[in-house]
């Protein structure tokens, strides 16, 4: 069953464009994520060896649907589906559709991490002054932003924070979206032996470090993959080209270069 | 009502094992839509097709390939995909532990309890013991056919198993560059500084609760019914202050006064 494809993540266009406030300062921004798939992705392909695409259909009239032949519909009973579109979204919350207004600051490093969700960028659309005294005044102080703001039909949390002169914005989770160990049906606490815990605490610094080195933090399997296109690919089999055909449009877009684009662009 | 545990294993100590069972730590929130024909207002179905001939191309003859040049691509055959999967294991291995907050909330994925399955007193020293270090392990398991990294942590005395995204999957800033323009003037940085310090506060989640999707149901039951609610118009995109100073120093005198306000009630 189609539900709404999360998979636009990988696109050209901003995810959200609008404005950041902070007292009676707005910044222009575009929201792009910050967060991709693996980096390595087989491509689905047809017996020929040509390229596939993901078509929508009609189940009437077998026919593939376009963009415009496409609504969006929230099930009200059985097979009753009421349309809604992004614009009646968005004008449900007009200021929040459009501003993610800044309301309160917290210490950036005081945030249960478990709220923490999607990685984003905001990045300059428009003049870059303001933009550039907001990063830099998150630097300094260490803290996090934090507001509220609508996207997509759907209300984010948001925490702000400036990662190298670039303004982040990291979606968290609401309070009443994680569990409580209450909720879980977790066991009662127990009070564990003094004895063991101590023994535990001498292991815990034992065995700590200061840092993580990021090579503790590939991606194995994403690797095991690509040495097996590899050891293929100097074989010479199993090699099959599309040339000739149609041109079709490059599915595979690199969110960096996207990135560095618009950010070029808002020089 | 409790919830069923996900999955069982073992959290690896150097020698010590310590059985536990993972439940889920979130809770499913928000609308769903669906994507509606325009003409029938029948849920779309959804297909595969050759990219330049739009022929469909059913299921069974599906391949896959990793592009190595445009449109050139290596087939990699079902069998080698499912020798390639990790060993089926029980075993979640904490390599070591870091101080709290070292690794970067943007690695942060999906959060899960452990719960105790047997040795409950072993579990709940390990909670304590990592709650007063102030520690977090890092862990790397295998679970249903895939790899995992994680953060194990403790959390008002019960465990904690986030898992993280790996390297590749999280962009930088330092990837990015930095944006263009000046540094910004040292005036307007401690008057933005000043603002920052009037709202500052702690987090506490229970502080944000949202109405919006309640305000989008009303509005989808209200339609149902044959009824027009009105809408708001959208606001034009406001403007960028022309002057940086005087925008922060309104922002501050409008902020003071709010909280002399609030001091007062």
Not at chain 1, 75 to 87: A, G, N, Q, Y
Request: hydrophobic share 35%; charged share 30%; net charge positive.
């Amino acid at each position: 069953m189609p539900e709404e494809n999360e998979d636009q993540r990988e696109s050209s266009r901003p995810f959200w464009s609008g404005t950041i406030s902070f007292g009676l300062v707005s910044i222009p921004v575009n929201l792009f994520p910050a967060n991709r798939g693996s980096q390595v992705s087989l491509r689905m392909l047809g017996p020929n060896g040509k390229p596939l695409a993901r078509k929508y259909y009609s189940e009437k009239t077998g026919r593939d649907l376009d963009a415009e032949d496409i609504i969006r519909g929230f099930e009200i009973s059985k097979d009753r589906f009421v349309e809604i579109s992004d614009e009646e979204l968005e004008r449900l919350e007009p200021e929040r559709s459009r501003d993610i207004s800044l309301q309160s600051f917290v210490d950036a490093q005081s945030i249960p991490r478990i709220y923490f969700e999607h990685g984003y960028f905001l990045l300059p659309s428009g003049s870059s002054r303001a933009y550039h005294l907001l990063a830099e005044t998150m630097e300094r102080t260490g803290k996090a932003g934090i507001a509220t703001f609508v996207m997509r039909g759907k209300a984010y949390l948001v925490a702000i924070t400036a990662d190298n002169g670039i303004l982040r914005a990291e979606t968290m989770r609401f309070h009443d979206e994680v569990r409580s160990p209450q909720d879980v049906g977790l066991p009662r606490k127990q009070n564990p032996a003094p004895a063991k815990v101590k023994s535990l605490e001498s292991y815990i610094t034992q065995h700590s470090r200061a840092k993580l080195p990021l090579t503790a933090m590939r991606d194995k399997d994403s690797a095991n993959l690509l040495k097996l296109v590899k050891r293929k690919q100097k074989t010479r089999k199993n090699i099959v080209s599309a040339g000739g055909g149609k041109k079709h449009k490059a599915e595979v877009i690199d969110i960096l270069d996207v990135l560095r684009k618009s950010l070029k662009e808002s020089a | 009502m409790a919830a069923r545990a996900i999955w069982k294993g073992s959290l690896g100590l150097g020698r010590t094992k310590l059985p536990v069972k993972l439940y889920s730590a979130v809770e499913g929130r928000g609308l769903h839509f669906h994507l509606l024909e325009k003409k029938t207002h029948k849920r779309v179905k959804q297909h595969m097709v050759d990219a330049s001939t739009g022929d469909e191309v059913p299921r069974e003859e599906i391949r896959k390939g990793y592009e190595i040049e445009p449109d050139t691509f290596v087939l990699v055959e079902e069998d080698e995909l499912e020798k390639l999967e990790p060993e089926p294991a029980t075993d979640i291995e904490i390599t070591g532990f870091l101080p709290e907050g070292r690794i970067g909330e943007q690695y942060f994925d999906v959060p899960y309890y452990l719960g105790p399955d047997g040795d409950a007193k072993s579990y709940f020293a390990l909670a304590e013991a990592l709650g007063n270090k102030r520690r977090e392990g890092f862990a790397r398991w295998v679970m249903r056919k895939k790899d995992y990294i994680g953060a194990l942590c403790a959390r008002d005395g019960y465990l904690m198993l986030i898992t993280l995204r790996f390297a590749e999957e999280v962009l930088t800033a330092r990837q990015l560059g930095p944006p263009p323009g000046k540094a910004p003037d040292a005036r307007e940085v401690k008057m933005a500084q000043q603002l920052v310090s009037v709202l500052e506060g702690e987090f506490r989640a229970e502080d944000y609760t949202d109405e919006y999707e309640e305000k989008v149901l009303k509005y989808i039951k209200a339609k149902a019914k044959g009824r027009k609610p009105k809408l708001a118009v959208l606001p034009k995109r406001r403007p960028e202050p022309k002057s940086l100073m005087a925008a922060l120093s309104a922002s501050l005198k409008s902020v003071s006064k709010k909280e002399k306000e609030k001091a007062v009630a």
